[in-house]
């Protein structure tokens, strides 16, 4: 099985949109865009 991580409103759809085609198994994993939560510690300035 594959996971999916996207950010909704943006051009993932694409590649759900392939999976589905391709009848492949997938999960979703979403995120925000720019949230400042998924930075890692040595990204701090």
Known sequence: MLKLYFAP???AVRGILLLDE???KYQLSSFKLG????RKPHAKI
Not at 35 to 38: E, G, K, L, P, Y
């Open 35 to 38: 949230d400042r939560t998924m």
């Open 9 to 11: 409103k943006n051009r």
């Open 22 to 24: 391709l009848e492949l």
